[in-house]
Nanobody
Framework: QVQLVESGGGLVQAGGSLRLSCAAS????????MGWYRQAPGNERELVAA???????NYADSVKGRFTISRDNAKNTVYLQMNSLKPEDTSVYYCSARIASIRHWGQGTQVTVSS
């Protein structure tokens, strides 16, 4: 059974940085696309950033230039470096991994940015 375990969330002041990590385990097949989504109360879950197994990336316009997604294929781990954080980045961040055409989700980690 595939498991995605996130870490690195927390409370930070505006302008600060956080690094999220997500490690996948239990997969029999290689991971195609990994990504980070976020969902604030009352809002729909939205894509923050994604990366393919070949390293191609895409970002939400709201985080371009501030967030960087990367992955270590050998460790089945994806990272999200978040710099210049803003209060509007406050949300629960979810890791996602697509394996054999099935999308798997982590349990979510809270990121809170104070003004």
């Amino acid at each position: 059974q595939v498991q995605l375990v996130e870490s690195g969330g927390g409370l930070v002041q505006a302008g600060g940085s956080l690094r999220l990590s997500c490690a996948a385990s239990g997969n029999r097949f290689s991971i195609n696309r990994m990504g980070w989504y976020r969902q604030a109360p009352g809002n729909e879950r939205e894509l923050v950033a994604a990366i393919t197994d070949s390293g191609s990336t895409n970002y939400a316009d709201s985080v371009k230039g501030r967030f960087t997604i990367s992955r270590d294929n050998a460790k089945n781990t994806v990272y999200l470096q978040m710099n210049s954080l803003k209060p509007e980045d406050t949300s629960v961040y979810y890791c996602s991994a697509r394996i054999a055409s099935i999308r798997h989700w982590g349990q979510g980690t809270q990121v809170t940015v104070s003004s």
